[in-house]
């Protein structure tokens, strides 16, 4: 019988119901960067999922970008976190956290007037989104050399925690423009030493992550999260193909549980520039696709092989029965956008289900 996106799934020592991922999504309600019982009723809410991908959590004070958003590397984050763990593992659920750094598009606000770190000091085009409203991104600071084990060691700490507070498995953000992305992009990566130049150069701070959070946590613990065609946060490569190949490559002798692609640019867009079947064919492990997916496609991809697991973003957000209405072909809940980022329940845990209609 041909593999669709209801088909059970084995990742390591875990055994998904489904092929169908809640991808990660920014939405801005830890006020103080500490997990909420509202933000566990929203996961639970959504716990059918094969597995949940959470919003991005920082690995560090450093780390921070945005207002409102949670942290996994203080004792008080790991007991907000284990709340949330708790109840998607009560649903049967299975629940890993995306270990986040936003290098340079982060905001002196955060840091106590300090600049932002990056690969380089090159200012990004854009805004950031502070406390106090939309600022125009600064000039960060480069990274010394004698810096980076330390970035490298808060990955690691995070990943710890991130057990220590309950959760399946992590998943590395190495994508949309954050640190890691930073690092493997030239048009963002100007270093001279070991971290720069070269692609092999450029993939190495991300492969020294994921070996050293494998190292921590286990291999069939970890994911890994790019995004080879989006430009979101000034971000450009002049050899993306040759680029993600490596990634791919090199990523696939480590064994992690999944690489999380998102095949699509900020806009929901396909982009012919990148062949992302390059990108699976080099990856040997759990290929998880992302970006525009109706149930047709994902059920042709994953009877191809072309993925393994599909992830949704904004469909889950807006559906907490995504997985029942994807089953069912019933229409799905319109998102709204105004709610997205930061409030309260509205717009977060009260979106109806099939059995409210």
């Not at 809640?22 to 094969?50: F, I």
């Not at 109840?87 to 270990?99: D, K, T």
């Not at 498995?169 to 048009?187: C, K, P, T």
């Amino acid at each position: 019988m041909d593999k669709n996106i209801f088909s059970s799934l084995s990742l390591g020592k875990m055994s998904f119901a489904n092929r169908v991922a809640m991808a990660p999504m920014t939405r801005n309600r830890a006020p103080d960067g500490t997990p909420t019982a509202l933000m566990a009723e929203y996961y639970v809410q959504r716990a059918d999922a094969g597995l949940i991908i959470t919003e991005g959590a920082q690995i560090s004070d450093q780390g921070i970008g945005y207002p409102g958003t949670p942290g996994v590397h203080s004792d008080a984050q790991v007991e907000g976190w284990k709340q949330i763990t708790d109840a998607v593992h009560a649903e049967g659920g299975h629940i890993f956290v995306q270990l986040w750094h936003c290098g340079r598009v982060s905001h002196p606000d955060f840091h106590g007037g300090a600049l932002p770190v990056a690969p380089s000091a090159i200012k990004p085009v854009g805004q950031a989104f502070t406390n106090t409203g939309l600022q125009d991104f600064v000039m960060p600071r480069a990274l010394e050399f004698r810096e980076i084990p330390e970035i490298i060691e808060q990955y690691r700490h995070a990943a710890a925690m991130a057990i220590k507070a309950g959760f399946d498995g992590v998943e590395i953000h190495s994508a949309n423009g954050y640190l890691l992305d930073q690092f493997l992009r030239d048009g963002s990566n100007h270093r001279s030493d070991a971290y720069g130049g070269s692609i092999a150069n450029r993939a190495r701070l991300l492969c020294e992550v994921a070996a050293a959070v494998s190292d921590e946590i286990g291999t069939d613990r970890v994911g890994v999260r790019i995004s080879p065609v989006n430009a979101f946060n000034d971000m450009h490569d002049t050899d993306p193909q040759a680029l993600f190949n490596h990634v791919a490559t090199e990523l696939s002798k480590l064994k992690p549980a999944y690489l999380h692609v998102v095949e699509v640019n900020m806009a929901g867009e396909a982009d012919d520039s990148v062949d992302m079947q390059q990108i699976r064919d080099r990856f040997k492990g759990v290929y998880m696709a992302n970006g525009g997916y109706d149930k047709v496609r994902a059920n042709a991809a994953i009877a191809s092989g072309a993925a393994d697991m599909v992830a949704y973003g904004i469909p889950y957000l807006a559906n907490p029965d995504l997985l029942e209405r994807l089953r069912r072909d019933a229409p799905l809940n319109e998102p709204d956008m105004a709610t997205f980022y930061g409030g309260d329940e509205h717009g977060y845990t009260d979106y109806p289900t099939l059995g409210d209609i």
